[in-house]
């Protein structure tokens, strides 16, 4: 719940929320005021305040459980007893779980800084089939929005990145190769995402020139 409160007509105005997720990725100053909600913030603008709602917005869409609950709507009375019916229960949840990643990273490549859309690639980082529920298949922090590029070579363990975000290059990928993936500067991660990122790194990338 977000709550919105004002001191007069012409400020400052007041934000409080009671998301502890949005809360914790929120990047805002909490401020020490009394008030409802689990955090409070103050600003002597109302712009600010505009310029706060989008962020809680998409994160409180694309945080857990959000993405789980809209796939198990979408998917109750979907059959899953063959083949082609369970692929057409993955490719709901996949496109559940582009969507919310989309509104995590905020329509860019934390990379590349690349924002068409087109271009842009939902990666899981323990892979769909890897995963042992459908909460960890939907969970963004199970997966990076990276340009296409960037997405093969992560998907296919040729690159993945350590704590701090930078990418690991496999040093199976060519000279050429390792020139076209560019980026901008490191991934901000969360210790959720850095969990994740060991088993990729422990499992998928390819740490040898042997492949």
């Known amino acids: 719940m977000i709550y919105l409160a004002a001191a007069g007509a012409r400020g400052p105005w007041f934000v409080a929320l009671d998301h502890p997720g949005v809360i914790e990725e929120l990047d805002a100053p909490i401020a020490d005021i009394p008030g409802p909600g689990l955090a409070r913030y103050a600003f002597e603008s109302l712009g600010g305040v505009y310029d706060l709602l989008p962020r809680i917005y998409q994160l409180a ?13 979408k998917v109750r009375d979907l059959p899953k007893t063959t083949e082609s019916e369970r692929l057409v229960v993955q490719r709901v949840g996949q496109d559940i779980f582009r ?3 989309i509104d995590y990273w905020q329509g ?6 690349i924002t ?6 939902a990666s899981h980082i323990v892979p769909w089939k890897a995963c042992s529920t ?10 990076l929005l990276l340009s296409a590029l960037w997405d093969a070579a992560f998907d296919r363990g040729l690159a993945s990145f350590d704590d701090e975000g930078r990418p690991l290059l496999s040093p199976a990928l060519s000279d050429v190769a390792r020139a076209e993936l560019r980026w901008l500067g490191p991934i901000s991660l969360t210790n959720k995402h850095r969990r994740q ?15």
Do not use: Y
């Not at 869409?61 to 709507?73: M, N, Q």
């Open 197 to 211: 990122l060991a088993w990729h790194r422990a499992n998928l990338f390819v740490a040898d020139a042997g492949g």
């Open 134 to 143: 459908d909460a960890e298949r939907l969970d963004v922090h199970n997966g």
């Open 61 to 73: 869409a694309s945080l857990p459980d959000a993405p789980l609950r809209e796939f198990e709507a």
């Open 116 to 121: 068409d859309t087109a271009l842009l690639r």
């Open 108 to 113: 860019r490549c934390p990379l590349t800084g």
């Open 99 to 101: 969507a919310s990643l």
